[in-house]
């Protein structure tokens, strides 16, 4: 039967795919886990870019003129005016955080830079799905929100075709499955709770 056999193939693949990304999320919680101080870095730079009067389009300027790889364009929740005139403009990104303090009257910016241990690294790649995607994020973060979005698809499919399988399965054969299935099921539920 044709559809048994697709459904047989999505069952197998999507396993494979499930138990390769619960292992991913496994060995990430376990090592964000792991508590690391990095050090700040500072440098200033001149800023060469147009003065605005609004402070997030002149943030979005900065922005602009300054660049970031994997840094979002500045929202209004990451602007602010400090209490010496400068503005600041805060980011955040997989790789670290840095904070931008625009000096209008020196056409100055500071850049002061914390990056992330590879712990905080793996800690934010755990959360990086669709919902935190936007158009201006780099191909590689789409890429790896897909991925994400697949093994959470996997991860719902593989009971209903699990179900079906084993109730298309002939009757002195379907207790295997339920076992196998049940034994699966304990191991997912143990290294989650164990690692989480």
Do not use: C
């Not at 990104?93 to 992330?116: K, W, Y």
Request: aromatic fraction near 10%; hydrophobic fraction near 50%.
């Amino acid at each position: 039967m044709r559809a048994k056999r697709w459904i047989r193939a999505l069952h197998v693949y999507g396993s494979l795919q499930a138990g390769l990304a619960l292992s991913i999320f496994a060995i990430t919680n376990l090592v964000a886990s792991v508590e690391t101080y990095p050090e700040r870095d500072v440098t200033r730079v001149a800023y060469d870019g147009p003065l605005l009067e609004d402070d997030l389009e002149q943030a979005r300027a900065v922005h602009a003129v300054l660049g970031g790889r994997f840094e979002r364009e500045p929202a209004p929740w990451m602007v602010a005016m400090e209490g010496d005139g400068r503005l600041l403009i805060r980011q955040k990104a997989p790789t670290g955080a840095r904070q931008l303090r625009l000096d209008r009257s020196r056409r100055e910016v500071e850049i002061s830079a914390e990056r992330n241990s590879f712990a905080e690294f793996l800690n934010q790649m755990h959360q990086e799905s669709f919902v935190r995607r936007k158009p201006s994020d780099s191909a590689w973060l789409w890429a790896w929100s897909a991925y994400l979005e697949i093994s959470i698809l996997a991860l719902f499919a593989l009971p209903l075709s699990g179900l079906y399988l084993w109730w298309t399965t002939p009757m002195p054969r379907r207790w295997v499955s339920p076992v196998l299935g049940a034994a699966g099921m304990l191991l997912v539920v143990v290294v989650g709770l164990f690692w989480s």
